[in-house]
């Protein structure tokens, strides 16, 4: 299983961005999803996520009510839409995938040693 993101960059504060996570080597329709963040100085952690089966929505409480995670899985990708964009969003953004998924994550879902695979992280600045 691979997984590449994209979509980072230099955005103004307000301002909003869609993350992408295209991935391959596997079906998504059986797979859990996740993007993590990593701010200089801090520990990685968990925003947003889809489990399955059910396909279920977990947000963290900074990201809640901002962003959107969502996947489509014809095109096997999954995304974080990110909008009203704070500084204190800088960091580099990683998707994350559990496959295979022998049971329902639950309130795991943040942790990241529950995944078994990693994108290489996409940065993205919020700065004027």
């Known amino acids: 299983v691979q997984l590449q993101a994209s979509g980072g960059g230099l955005v103004q504060p307000g301002g909003s961005l869609r993350l992408s996570c295209k991935a391959s080597?596997?079906?998504?329709?059986?797979?859990?999803i996740g993007w993590f963040r990593q701010a200089p100085g801090k520990e990685r952690e968990g925003i947003a996520g889809?489990?399955?089966?059910?396909?279920?929505?977990f947000y963290s409480l900074t990201a809640k009510a901002r962003f959107t995670v969502s996947k489509n899985n014809a095109e096997n990708s999954f995304f974080l839409q990110m909008n009203n964009l704070k500084p204190e969003d800088t960091a580099v953004y990683f998707c994350?995938?559990?496959?295979?998924?022998?049971?329902?994550?639950?309130?795991?879902?943040?942790?990241?040693?529950?995944?078994?695979?990693w994108g290489q992280g996409t940065q993205v600045t919020v700065s004027s």
């Open positions: 080597g596997t079906n998504l329709d059986y797979t859990t």
């Open positions: 994350a995938a559990i496959y295979p998924v022998v049971a329902p994550i639950g309130d795991r879902w943040w942790r990241e040693s529950e995944y078994d695979y």
């Open positions: 889809i489990s399955r089966p059910y396909a279920r929505t």
